[in-house]
């Protein structure tokens, strides 16, 4: 003992104690981040997922009242929330939003684990535009939720759950493709797991689409139009299908894949994601109306959907 703890003290005068430590702190920052990757704060814990324990904590599911159909959130109007009023009244059982009160969507119904918007837009973008791959992970975690809240809602029997494709060069170029990745992940924490049929390359993406940032709703559908085939109908015919992506943002394109899905012959087709954006409710809460552009621009392509179907 004593002698280790001279030994100890003759290093420590040599200054190798504090080389080793110089040393392992080099090692432990070459092999190990030394900051959380969203909000830069020093990570305390050595983990394969590079965000510290704050930001895991601030990814919420969403809370509030949603559009019982695709998902959007419903903001009650200003006279509802007056004393005098009865909201059961106004809301019995109806919780559609008002795109969805003038068309169907392809879709049965679409369900979003959070919003996107702070740290877990973070960790998607982690994902996908940084390669750290132990967030699929977690994203997968919360997916599964979204999907347990849905299968409540689904039909019983086999589920043909279809991750929304990339064009292969994209997928080349990030190394994977997110949904089908998160899908994985989901689908093992399912408590029913053999109930879901992971249906991978059934949908394909025949072409690059370019960014549908700015365009308008009917924009985006041209520009997706014909982007998405099915390559093996007899896996999907008849049977319910589950999409899966990492993030909703307009709709279009869990639209355009149902589309295309229904055409080859699925039953019906539902719709989880782990993110949604929440922004055309923004505008809506804030005016008291949707406006009519957006509005006439969303039930044409739902009719024109429905006439194409
Ligand atoms: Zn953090
Ligand atoms: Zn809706």
Not at 225 to 252: H, K, M
């Amino acid at each position: 003992m004593a002698k280790h703890g001279l030994k100890n003290q003759s290093l420590a005068n040599s200054g190798f104690v504090g080389f080793a430590e110089r040393a392992a702190a080099t090692l432990f920052f070459v092999f190990f981040p030394a900051d959380c990757r969203i909000c830069g704060s020093p990570l305390i814990k050595v983990s394969r997922l590079p965000v510290c324990k704050s930001c895991l904590l601030a990814l919420r599911p969403l809370q509030g009242s949603y559009c019982s159909v695709c998902g959007e959130a419903l903001h009650l109007p200003a006279y509802v929330l007056r004393e005098d009023s009865n909201p059961s009244e106004t809301y019995c059982g109806e919780t559609r939003c008002q795109l969805c009160q003038r068309t169907d969507p392809p879709f049965e119904r679409a369900v979003a684990y959070g919003s996107y918007d702070g740290a877990l837009r973070d960790l998607i973008h982690l994902l996908k535009f940084q390669q750290v791959r132990p967030a699929a992970a977690v994203l997968g975690r919360m997916l599964a939720e979204a999907i347990a809240n849905l299968e409540q809602a689904m039909p019983v029997g086999s589920i043909a759950v279809v991750p929304v494709p990339l064009y292969p060069r994209k997928q080349a170029q990030r190394g994977f493709n997110q949904a089908q990745m998160i899908a994985r992940t989901a689908l093992k924490q399912l408590s029913r797991p053999k109930r879901f049929d992971l249906c991978e390359g059934v949908l394909l993406r025949r072409r690059e689409t370019g960014s549908q940032i700015g365009l308008t709703r009917h924009q985006r559908r041209e520009n997706l139009r014909g982007a998405f085939a099915v390559s093996d109908t007899a896996r999907i015919v008849n049977r319910d299908i589950l999409l899966i992506d990492d993030v909703l943002t307009t709709g279009t394109t869990a639209s355009e894949c149902a589309r295309v899905l229904l055409r080859a012959g699925a039953a019906r087709v539902w719709v989880a994601t782990v993110a949604r954006t929440l922004k055309i409710s923004d505008v809506i809460s804030l005016s008291g109306n949707l406006p009519e552009d957006l509005a006439d621009e969303e039930s044409e392509d739902r009719v024109g959907m429905a006439a194409h179907g």
